[in-house]
């Protein structure tokens, strides 16, 4: 079993930063692929970006590509999101998830462990 427990959420203007964790505990950080997704009101989750294992490779949906940027701390059995020049169409609810995969996970239905979520909102 993995827990986590996503922090970082709030309240930002539009054009404005803001960077999410996700601190994992219970089995060897390592192991496991990390993801980003969000789900916005009245709206279906959907995958932001991913980081494999060791970090070294990432993906991002289009809608995020050049404003986000994923990356992980293994040391401290974290993920992080720096989400940059905010859009409105950002706010969501973001949560994280886990795979204990080597490769690089996209697809929601292979995440296995989910954090509950931090919220997002985006003033413009």
């Known amino acids: 079993q993995v827990q986590l427990v996503e922090s970082g959420g709030g309240l930002v203007q539009a054009g404005g930063s803001l960077r999410l964790s996700c601190a994992a505990s219970?089995?060897?950080?390592?192991?496991?692929?990390m993801g980003w997704f969000r789900q916005a009101p009245g709206k279906e989750r959907e995958f932001v970006a991913a980081?494999?294992?060791?970090?070294?490779?990432?993906y991002y949906a289009d809608s995020v590509k050049g404003r986000f940027t994923i990356s992980r701390d293994n040391a401290k059995n974290t993920v992080y999101l720096q989400m940059n020049s905010l859009k409105p169409e950002d706010t969501a609810v973001y949560y994280c998830?886990?795979?204990?995969?080597?490769?690089?996970?996209?697809?929601?239905?292979?995440?296995?462990?989910w954090g509950q979520g931090t919220q997002v909102t985006v003033s413009s």
């Open positions: 980081i494999s294992w060791g970090g070294g490779r990432t």
């Open positions: 998830a886990a795979d204990q995969s080597f490769r690089l996970v996209t697809a929601e239905n292979e995440y296995g462990y």
């Open positions: 219970g089995r060897t950080f390592t192991n496991y692929a």
